[in-house]
């Protein structure tokens, strides 16, 4: 622990953020109702760093910060879906869509009045899969590149080894990034959503998916030169994997990898890290191109569900390293026991940080309550509180934690409105929102909200003398 002579010198050399600042939750508790001054994009004013004109991250001490254009600490508070539109059933209804065409009209004074209350609550990032557009000139937002090219419910890749995967990236990074590149409001870029890296919920391995590929896909090419690459004889990978191929040009007819041994599991698992170098070199590639400016926010990762191998190639080319990080209550062993190789959650992503070693986003998390009359029924791995005041609870709980964890620049809510109680696309139908869809707030949680964000910065503040 740093004393507070040392706390002071600190602060005076204008860094002022180091970990030992970070006060414990019972201290935070004590924080006063006193608004934190901030710049205009919400970073803390009175500590200084090096202006660039846009968003970036710093490492100073031991802790990771984002900064804003103006030079200044900033910590991403952040909440998922804030659009006009909702969320839609199945069928098509957009019951917040129509509340807020009786209570505001135009998308532009509903804009107006979901700022006001971002700012009142503490929200100061705009966060994947909202209106960014409506919101962009008055907080500082995000945007889906959606550069993935993978089927999000079944996990079904395309062929991303490919030149026209290429283009599509290009294509795509050109139309959405291009006019973006000089807003220095734009935090930065998502590159996808919850890709399939391993066995998951999705289905098994991505080498027996690639494996079915036919034989002149650039995709099964790649495969059978990773095959090379990794054994380097035909003898030798006959002996580790029982292949009977007579030359690696038969390899590329082999749609099976017979066997479950160690080494045919290990295997595949090496396989993910290069599809992983092939994505994120490709797309980090095209986006660097079109936008040097601001951060790469990475695909959103599920926690529970990311090889160390996939994490380290995406830390080669990405900024930020987001991860998607639910409360899965005993769900987290059953998600985890998809692989052997899929990383632990413990100490909030401790071990995620230790692989990478690149500042982390919580991307989406969320809590949902039994109280206000939604099935709450799908996905049944979240667990599901009592009531509202729980839930705000369990909001600050989970947010000290990211408060005080030195690797993590952030959190993001999911997400801003309820989900419908008739399911949405997939069946999802959930209390997750600050507000129900007659547009009127959980003031339990958004009250828990509005006091956390005064305690964030006060860990930037000098001790008293």
């Not at 919400?42 to 760093?49: A, I, N, S």
């Not at 001490?61 to 804003?68: I, P």
């Not at 080498?207 to 099964?220: C, I, N, R, S, V």
């Not at 994490?311 to 985890?336: E, Q």
């Amino acid at each position: 622990m740093t004393t507070r002579r040392g706390r002071r010198g600190i602060w005076q050399r204008g860094t002022g953020i180091c970990l030992s600042l970070l006060a414990a939750p019972a201290a935070l508790a004590q924080a006063p109702a006193v608004a934190p001054p901030l710049d205009r994009f919400g970073g803390f004013r009175p500590v200084k760093l090096q202006a660039t004109g846009f968003f970036r991250v710093q490492k100073i001490e031991e802790r990771w910060w984002l900064a804003t254009p103006d030079g200044h600490p900033f910590f991403s508070v952040g909440v998922n879906g804030i659009r006009m539109n909702g969320t839609a059933t199945r069928g098509g209804k957009r019951h917040y869509l129509d509340t807020c065409k009786q209570i505001y009209g135009t998308r532009e004074k509903w804009a107006a009045a979901q700022v006001t209350r971002c700012r009142e609550w503490g929200v100061n990032t705009v966060g994947c899969w909202s209106d960014w557009q409506a919101l962009r000139r008055d907080l500082p937002y995000t945007v889906a590149l959606r550069v993935g090219g993978q089927d999000w419910l079944k996990g079904n890749w395309t062929d991303i080894f490919s030149d026209q995967f290429r283009l599509f990236v290009q294509q795509q990074v050109r139309k959405v990034a291009l006019p973006l590149k000089d807003d220095p409001h734009l935090l930065g870029y998502w590159l996808a959503n919850e890709m399939k890296w391993g066995p998951d919920h999705r289905g098994g391995h991505l080498f027996d998916q690639f494996l079915k590929l036919p034989a002149t896909a650039p995709a099964k090419v790649a495969l059978v030169s990773f095959l090379r690459q990794r054994y380097g004889t035909l003898a030798r990978l006959r002996e580790k994997l029982a292949l009977k191929a007579d030359s690696w040009d038969a390899l590329l007819t082999l749609d099976v990898l017979p066997g479950t041994t160690a080494e045919a599991m290990a295997t595949r698992l090496a396989w993910a890290g290069t599809v992983a170098d092939r994505f994120f070199a490709v797309t980090g590639e095209e986006l660097r191109k079109v936008d040097p400016n601001h951060l790469n926010l990475g695909v959103r990762f599920i926690s529970q569900l990311t090889p160390p191998a996939v994490l380290r190639a995406a830390a080669k080319h990405v900024d930020v390293m987001s991860i998607n990080f639910y409360d899965v209550g005993p769900w987290r062993h059953i998600l985890r026991g998809f692989s052997p190789d899929h990383l632990s959650i413990d100490g909030f992503l401790a071990e995620h940080y230790r692989v990478c070693g690149k500042p982390i986003l919580v991307s989406e998390w969320g809590y949902r309550a039994a109280d206000v009359g939604l099935p709450n029924s799908w996905p049944p791995i979240y667990p599901t509180l009592p009531d509202q005041k729980t839930r705000a609870a369990r909001y600050q709980a989970y947010a000290r934690q990211v408060i005080d964890k030195p690797w993590l620049v952030g959190h993001h809510w999911f997400q801003w409105v309820d989900q419908p109680p008739e399911g949405r696309f997939d069946g999802e139908n959930n209390n997750f929102g600050l507000v129900n869809e007659r547009d009127q707030p959980y003031e339990a949680v958004t009250a828990a909200m509005r006091a956390l964000r005064r305690e964030v910065y006060r860990v930037l503040q000098p001790p008293p003398k």
